[in-house]
């Protein structure tokens, strides 16, 4: 594989060829267990604004940037080398259900900014620590039709995400972001659209990021939710040039082993990325999932052991304890070979 020539992030690929590197876990957990009010999150600035926003986590990199920095600082000392912006819900699109889609460009940029002061101050010699910008698939979906009685009906079309994602984009890289990761993705017709806009946007601007792209499959059939399989899925994004492709979210890393098995086996040039939930929804647990940090540690362990994956952390339900039990059961085993080595970048 033949990786451009990074300006940013330039020495991810080679730390991934020499161990398994870690990136965060769920924001979403972390911000929930705060239990912060609807004025809190609003701050003075959206005290009179028409919509409850309380469940928009992506506000507070404006009204509470804190409670973010201090979430970051969590999962960083818990030993993360990656940090994922605040932002899987702040494109124009997803924002709109607050009524808030023109704030997406502060949002992501003010997130960027943050999660950069955060990781520049726990970045050491020998131990770098990077930023991702993380463009999450918006709460509309391109592929499907959100009235069961209209299969042709749909609430967004390619245009409208692709200007999003260049929205977004654009802010983050501004912002400091070493990397992109387009994550979660449930319709690799969204996931191209955001592709596209990443493709376009460091065209336009001459710079060149590491890209990772997670799929999330959804059910026990093995498919993403608009249809495709896991080699189906790879096979529709490889195109982008990759510096990893993976899994996260939706199933606990139990059930999402045969198809991180299928992913390693068909992306075998490619490195591999899986950040699990901590297993299965549960309301009466205190993250809303069922397993602890050694539960969640010893099945990636597993995963690590079969030489399936070379980037590990955490999704939903995942904390820094979690974090730091991932860290340490991955510490002794080596990652996941590439067929042909580490990928060489572009000339020139």
């Known amino acids: 594989m033949q990786l451009p020539a990074y300006t940013r992030g330039q020495a991810l690929p080679q730390l991934l060829s020499e161990r398994i590197v870690v990136i965060d876990g769920a924001m979403g957990t972390m911000i929930q267990r705060l239990r912060l009010s609807e004025a809190q999150v609003r701050g003075e600035r959206f005290r009179e604004h028409g919509k409850d926003v309380r469940n928009n986590g992506e506000l507070l990199s ?8 201090d979430i970051h600082q969590a999962f960083l000392a818990a030993g ?13 699109i997803a924002q709109d259900d607050y009524a808030l889609g023109p704030l997406a460009r502060e949002l992501n940029l003010a997130s960027a900014r943050i999660a950069r002061e955060a990781a520049d101050r726990f970045s050491a010699p020998g131990k770098p620590r990077f930023v991702a910008g ?6 509309r ?17 390619f245009e409208q995400l692709r200007a999003a994602y260049f929205e977004q984009v654009q802010a983050l890289v501004e912002g400091g972001v070493d990397l992109l990761l387009v994550e979660t993705i449930f319709d690799t017709l969204n996931a191209k659209a955001a592709l596209f806009a990443i493709d376009e946007y460091l065209e336009q601007s001459g710079e060149r990021l590491p890209l990772v792209i997670s799929g999330t499959v959804t059910d026990a059939s093995g498919r993403i939710l608009s249809g495709q399989t896991v080699q189906a899925f790879w096979y529709s994004v490889r195109h982008a040039q ?18 991180i098995q299928e992913l390693s086996r068909v992306a075998e040039d490619t490195y591999i990325s899986c950040y699990p939930n901590a297993g299965l929804p ?62 060489q970048p572009e000339a020139g």
């Open 62 to 69: 404006l009204t509470r940037p804190d409670v973010i920095r």
């Open 242 to 259: 990759p510096l990893a492709v993976g899994l996260n979210c939706a199933l606990g890393a139990a059930l999402m082993r045969p198809y």
């Open 80 to 92: 993360a080398d990656i940090i994922e912006t605040n932002t899987f819900g702040a494109t124009s």
């Open 141 to 157: 979906t391109a592929s499907i039709s959100p009235d069961v009685n209209d299969p042709g009906a749909r609430n967004v079309d």
């Open 134 to 139: 993380a463009l999450g698939p918006t709460p």
């Open 282 to 343: 549960n309301p009466m647990s205190e993250t809303g999932f069922d397993e602890t940090p050694e539960v969640t540690a010893r099945l990636l362990r597993e995963f690590a052991a079969e030489g399936l994956i070379n980037l590990v952390g955490g999704c939903c339900g995942t904390t820094p304890d979690h974090i730091t039990a991932i860290r340490d059961a991955m510490a002794p085993l080596p990652g996941r070979a590439l067929r042909n080595g580490l990928p």
